[in-house]
Nanobody, 117 residues
């Protein structure tokens, strides 16, 4: 059973920084790609950033140049460094992976990020 546990959310002023963590257990971590999604109140869940098993990263246009996704295979943890945050970054942030051995999607419980202007 794959488990994803996010942490690091909270309140931050616009222009500030925050780092989210996603601790992963029960999967072959090093061979999985991981994603960060976010969902604002009343809106759909959107993809924010992706990191492949080889470390290749992609970003939504809205966060490009401000957010950085990374992974530590030794710690089975994925990170999202959020810099120069804006009020529109306010959302619940979710960690996600697709376990390719079973084709099952796994999600964390989410962590709230609130950016004040």
């Amino acid at each position: 059973q794959v488990q994803l546990v996010e942490s690091g959310g909270g309140w931050v002023q616009a222009g500030g920084s925050l780092r989210l963590s996603c601790a992963v257990s029960g999967s072959t971590f090093s061979t999985n790609a991981f994603n960060w999604y976010r969902q604002a109140p009343g809106k759909q869940r959107d993809l924010v950033a992706t990191i492949s098993s080889g470390g290749t990263t992609t970003y939504a246009d809205s966060v490009k140049g401000r957010f950085t996704i990374s992974r530590d295979n030794a710690k089975n943890t994925v990170y999202l460094q959020m810099n120069s945050v804006k009020p529109e970054d306010t959302a619940v942030y979710f960690c996600h992976t697709l376990q390719r051995t079973t084709w099952v999607n796994y999600w964390g419980q989410g962590t709230q990020v609130t950016v004040s202007s």
